[in-house]
C-alpha cells in the first residue's frame, strides 16, 4: 500500500495549487492515514529533499519552512483519510517534486515510514 500525492501541475508564478496526499486502499501497514502524522517534502532538480510542512495525527501540532511560511497551508480530513497542502502565491523557487510522508511527527525525512511518489509542480515567472 502506497501513499499517492496529487494535484500537481504549470502554473504561473503566484498562482495557487492543492496538493492532496491519501492511501491507496484506504490503510497503511500500521492501520489508516489518519493514525500518523503527515508531512510534505519537496525535491528541486540538483538540490536534497527538503520538509515543506507537517500535521500532526490529529492536527494539533502543525508547523512550515521559513521560506512557505504565510502562503502553504496544510490541512488533514481524517473522515476522508486526506491530508492536504495548499500553495498559495506560488514563486519560481517552488518549483519542485512533492511527495507525501506519513509517520513520526517531525521535520526530518527519516522519521516518516510511508512515502509516496510525487506529483511535480512547476512555477513559471
Known amino acids: 500500500v502506497q501513499l499517492q500525492a496529487s494535484g500537481g501541475g504549470f502554473v504561473q508564478a503566484g498562482d495557487s495549487l492543492r496538493l492532496s496526499c491519501a492511501a491507496s486502499?484506504?490503510?497503511?501497514?500500521?492501520?489508516?492515514?489518519?493514525?500518523?502524522?503527515v508531512g510534505w517534502f519537496r525535491q528541486a532538480p540538483g538540490k536534497e529533499r527538503g520538509f515543506v510542512a507537517g500535521?500532526?495525527?490529529?492536527?494539533?501540532?502543525?508547523g512550515y519552512a521559513d521560506s512557505v511560511k504565510g502562503r502553504f497551508t496544510i490541512s488533514r480530513d481524517n473522515a476522508k483519510n486526506t491530508v492536504f497542502l495548499q500553495m498559495n502565491g506560488l514563486k519560481p523557487e517552488d518549483t519542485a517534486v512533492y511527495y507525501c510522508?506519513?509517520?513520526?511527527?517531525?521535520?526530518?525525512?527519516?522519521?516518516?515510514?510511508?512515502w509516496g511518489q510525487g506529483t511535480q509542480v512547476t512555477v513559471s515567472s
Open positions: 500535521i500532526s495525527w490529529n492536527g494539533d501540532d502543525i
Open positions: 510522508a506519513a509517520g513520526s511527527d517531525s521535520d526530518r525525512s527519516d522519521e516518516y515510514k510511508y
Open positions: 486502499g484506504g490503510t497503511l501497514a500500521g492501520g489508516t492515514l489518519n493514525v500518523y502524522a
